[in-house]
């Protein structure tokens, strides 16, 4: 599995700084995981649609750390190497169950808009 | 992590920040080479999906929002190891923040305790003064008009809104143990410390039954006369002492530092027991109000309760109350002029804190220009500008506040000091403090010193053109460093010349007041207070007799050549004001020119040595029941007559308490400057009157009597003559005292002391202003000179004569002179005039100023370039060329 180098030269994500968060804190959701696995875990979810560059995923797990909505502790990786592992915290629970409510709400909006449109054209 | 620890383990954080990197790289190159990539490969591409390692460090490390503290930390220590690597320079820049800021702290901790804090009672902001008010009173001559004692019980009486309390000036003989004494004497009411809200150092206040006449005679001492006579001896509470013949029982200290009405009183007794006629006339205005708003009150109820008891007492007493009313205003310390002196200053040294800040700006632009290749290759690393600016405003910041600190130690140190310096008594010096404003007045100082020398170099940090900084070896010197480098040495140079054209004004102004004639001989001349035994005061004809033999004592004294009796005498040692006319319909006061009243014995021509111009002066002629004569001097003449003879004619002088209001001139004499050298020519009344001491009527004599002075011509230095006066003139009873001694040529000097004061200070403020400005010339001409040694070194090379080179660097600095001194020369002249408003007696600007003063600064600061242009001379080219 060996991704198109130029698409990961791309520096700039498509994703607005909102979703970025919305995502990772659903990839942690599914429990403790560190920051490589997370990166892959998107990709492979994603069928490679969403290509989060990797130089900007360490900020924002940094951030939302920061933030108290993700902990970490250092632990060891099944092949024994020492790993930071992110784990959801109470709190960024109840951001990520806010947040995807949000965005469920707004993508349907956006859906039902783009209908409307599609019809006003037909 | 809190904060703190972040911090604090800011290592382990970066260790584990690496340790997560290449975690990643690792496993992803890991993966790469489980798919059949080669390892060097792999690691290529893992670096390359990842980013500049770096760079995702930096994004994580802002991440942490702690970032800002982090930063000032790390800028902290770098801006110490920066000024410890740099030792002299260091030491330079922080003392001449120091001297800056400590000198506008110090400035600015008198401006605090005088001018700004409040005062010193408990709820100052409850406070009020009150004051009578009737159209006839000319408060910008009389100051704000008293209350008449009827009218202060009946306020006390009526006012729900106010808890007033009045005070009375007095003298008196304390006599008994040791010499007798003559005493500052201030009658109170019973409630004065309770209304003020302070506590007596020891004993009690007066009561309420002890502020009626008849009741025990009691008193309160004064702390410092407590201190001064008695030692502070607890058991003189208790104890009785005569007080002009009357034995009163101590029963309080006043607090220490207690002042009323602006001075501390040596011995208080209560008003209500003083029988003296004038306090029971609701024409006379003697009682200083204070009052104390009660709780809830505004100070808007208590004038509108006052103004309507005014009213009501106008309809009660119509001949004396008729258009008097009584106003309230906050109570606020009654500090003089000394204002503008404090705040003119302020701004001097505001000026000279400046100069600092430009020489030490100076400093750092030639240090931040030496280190630009070391900035832009920061910049290369990917520090941003915000970065790089807020670092070398750190590093000016820690610069700042180090001059701070020892500023304000110098403060601390020299504020008692300089305190000594000030001629005369500076108010409410007592209060005078370091407190909490000052410091922080200090910190802003030092912070805004800081961001005002440090924003020039700051803003400089490169940012493009990276690459020719980099090869360029930081040898060039661009033309915008150079004109910002100029611009530094000519806003110096432009705020030397205005404390020096400043100093030079005070020169001329105080050479000019010397030289004034003063209207009479002040050389020999002793005057003094002196306060007849009590027991003739009660007598008017005894009283009368006893001056006569006091005067006849006085002469006989060996080296006494002349001796008077005077009221008040010139250089401001007291005034009475008088309106006149010089005819019968004289209008109401309010309408009427004033003049300078002066009562005194014959010999008082002789004794000053003022020259008589027309008619007589006074003599054994002038009995009381002859017709009451004056003397005017020239300017009352000139005012009032023109060209005519006033001799023969007659002056109305209708508030002067004699039986006849109508006074025959019968000779003028030359003017005497009563205000002081410096401000008599500016004074609102000058015209002067003399009349006979020997007319005053019997009505007047006690109080008279109270206030004269003597005045005693001498064949040599007259403080030699004090003691044998004192012995002589110690009366029968030996109750006689003469205080207050001083000679004339004391008080001229002294009514010059503050222009003497202010020009000792510009002369000081100038000479450093001279000194720092030489030091930031000669510092920017080294600098630049050094830069442009390479360029010398071909210049002479090429055939360049050392003369050339000189004239190149000199031409340099003269430019700079030209444009500074030009610019200067146009605040100096600004700076004139704000002298002119505030300084009494100063001199406008002239020329001639500005040709004495500037040359100095040319002079000086042509010597400062001077040095490194020979060093550039001496250039040996071989070695320039090789340089780099």
Request: proline fraction near 5%.
């Amino acid at each position: 599995m060996q991704k198109p180098e130029v698409s990961a030269l791309n520096p700039k994500s498509d994703l607005p700084q909102g979703t970025l968060d919305l995502l990772l804190l659903k990839v942690v959701a599914l429990g403790p995981v560190h920051g490589y696995a997370i990166a892959q875990r998107l990709e492979q979810v994603s069928r490679h649609v969403v290509q989060v560059p990797q130089g900007s995923l360490y900020p924002a797990l940094h951030r939302l750390e920061n933030r108290g909505l993700l902990s970490a502790d250092w632990k060891e990786t099944e092949t024994g190497r020492e790993a930071k592992f992110y784990r959801l915290t109470a709190k960024g629970r109840a951001q990520l169950e806010t947040e995807a409510a949000s965005w469920e709400r707004l993508t349907e909006a956006i859906g039902l808009i783009l209908k409307l449109s599609q019809e006003g054209a037909e | 992590m809190n904060w703190w620890q972040r911090l604090l383990r800011r290592e382990e954080m970066e260790e584990k920040l690496q340790k997560e990197m290449r975690f990643h790289l690792e496993e992803h190159a890991k993966e790469l080479i489980a798919g059949g990539v080669s390892p060097a490969e792999a690691q290529r591409r893992a670096r390359m999906a990842l980013g500049g390692p770096e760079k995702v460090k930096e994004e994580c490390r802002d991440a942490r929002g702690t970032r800002w503290l982090e930063d000032l930390w790390q800028d902290l220590r770098c801006a110490l190891r920066m000024l410890r690597q740099r030792p002299g320079f260091a030491a330079v820049a922080i003392l001449t923040l120091a001297l800056g800021i400590g000198a506008t702290t110090l400035m600015f901790t008198l401006v605090n305790g005088v001018l700004l804090r409040p005062l010193p009672y408990p709820e100052p902001d409850k406070l009020v003064a009150v004051h009578g008010h009737s159209d006839g009173w000319k408060t910008e001559l009389f100051g704000e008009q008293n209350v008449a004692y009827p009218d202060f019980l009946d306020c006390q009486r009526d006012s729900r809104t106010l808890a007033l309390a009045g005070s009375l000036f007095d003298g008196g003989t304390l006599s008994g143990a040791g010499l007798p004494e003559y005493v500052d004497l201030r009658e109170i009411t019973w409630n004065l410390f309770s209304v003020l809200g302070v506590h007596l150092a020891d004993g009690r206040a007066f009561r309420p039954e002890e502020d009626h006449r008849g009741a025990a005679p009691v008193m309160i001492l004064g702390y410092s006369f407590w201190q001064r006579h008695f030692a502070g001896r607890p058991e003189v509470v208790g104890a009785s002492l005569n007080l002009d013949d009357k034995l009163y029982t101590v029963v309080g200290i006043a607090p220490s530092g207690f002042r009323l009405r602006d001075s501390e009183p040596d011995v208080m007794t209560p008003l209500g027991q003083d029988t003296a006629p004038f306090l029971e006339k609701r024409g006379a205005h003697p009682i200083g109000v204070v009052a104390r708003l009660e709780p809830g009150a505004t100070l808007a109820a208590a004038q509108a309760e006052l103004h309507l008891i005014g009213r009501h007492l106008a309809e009660q007493y119509k001949d004396t109350n008729a258009d008097r009313i009584f106003v309230a205003r906050r109570l606020r310390p009654n500090v003089g002029d000394i204002g503008a002196t404090l705040w003119l200053l302020l701004g001097a040294v505001g000026l000279v804190l400046l100069i600092a800040c430009t020489n030490v700006a100076s400093l750092l632009l030639a240090r931040a220009i030496s280190r630009e290749r070391e900035l832009a290759m920061r910049v290369a690393l990917g520090a941003g500008r915000g970065r790089l600016v807020r670092q070398c405003l750190t590093e000016s910041a820690v610069l700042g506040l180090s001059g701070g600190v020892l500023g304000v130690a110098l403060a601390a140190f020299g504020f008692r000091p300089f305190v000594a310096l000030w001629p005369g008594a500076l108010p409410r010096v007592e209060e005078v403090q370091l407190d909490w404003r000052v410091l922080l007045f200090a910190l802003i100082v030092s912070l805004l010193s800081g961001f005002l020398f440090g924003l020039a170099p700051a803003l400089r940090a490169p940012v493009h053109k990276l690459e020719q900084v980099l090869r360029g070896g930081g040898r060039g010197v661009t033309g915008s460093s150079r004109r910002l480098h100029g611009s530094f040495v000519v806003s110096e140079l432009a705020l030397a010349v205005v404390l020096l054209v400043s100093a030079g004004l005070l020169g001329r102004t105080l050479l000019h007041l010397s030289s004034l004639d003063p209207g009479m001989n002040v050389r020999n001349v002793l005057v003094t207070r002196m306060a007849l035994s009590p027991a003739t005061l009660a007598d008017p004809a005894r009283t009368r007799v006893a001056w006569k033999d006091a005067l006849e004592r006085a002469r006989r004294v060996p080296g006494v050549q002349s001796v008077a009796t005077v009221d008040t005498f010139p250089m401001r040692e007291g005034d009475n004001e008088q309106g006149y006319w010089t005819s019968a319909d004289v209008p109401p006061t309010n309408k009427l020119p004033f003049a300078l009243m002066t009562c005194v014995s014959p010999d008082y021509l002789k004794v000053m040595g003022i020259s008589l111009r027309r008619g007589r002066f006074f003599d054994d002629r002038d009995v009381p029941n002859s017709a009451p004569v004056i003397v005017i001097d020239e300017v009352l003449a000139l005012n009032s007559f023109g060209a005519e003879d006033p001799v023969g004619k007659r002056l109305w002088i209708p508030e002067m308490g004699y039986a006849s209001n109508v006074f025959e001139i019968v000779g003028v004499v030359g003017h005497v400057r009563h205000w002081g050298l410096a401000s008599d020519d500016q004074a609102k009344i000058r015209a002067q009157i003399y009349y006979p001491f020997s007319q005053l009527p019997d009505s007047l004599m006690h109080r008279w009597s109270q206030l004269m002075s003597i005045a005693v011509r001498t064949e040599l230095a007259p403080l030699g003559e004090v003691a044998s006066l004192r012995s002589e003139l110690k009366g029968a009873a030996g109750d006689q005292v003469l205080y207050e001694v001083r000679t004339m040529e004391q008080l001229v000097s002294d009514s010059l002391s503050r222009q003497r004061f202010l020009l000792f200070l510009f002369g000081i403020f100038a000479a450093l202003a001279v000194l720092l400005s030489c030091i930031g010339i000669y510092g920017v001409l080294a600098y630049l000179t050094g830069q442009r040694v390479p360029e010398i070194g071909i210049r002479i090379a090429l055939g360049a004569r050392p003369n050339n080179v000189m004239w190149l660097v000199l031409r340099q600095s003269i430019g700079l002179l030209v444009v500074g001194v030009a610019l200067g020369t146009a605040a100096a002249l600004a700076a004139g005039r704000v002298l002119l408003r505030f300084v009494e007696g100063m001199q406008p600007t002239d020329l001639s100023t500005f040709l004495v003063t500037i040359p100095v600064l040319v002079l000086a600061a042509l010597f400062a370039s001077f040095l490194p242009a020979r060093r550039a001379s001496r250039v040996d080219p071989v070695i320039a060329l090789r340089q780099d």
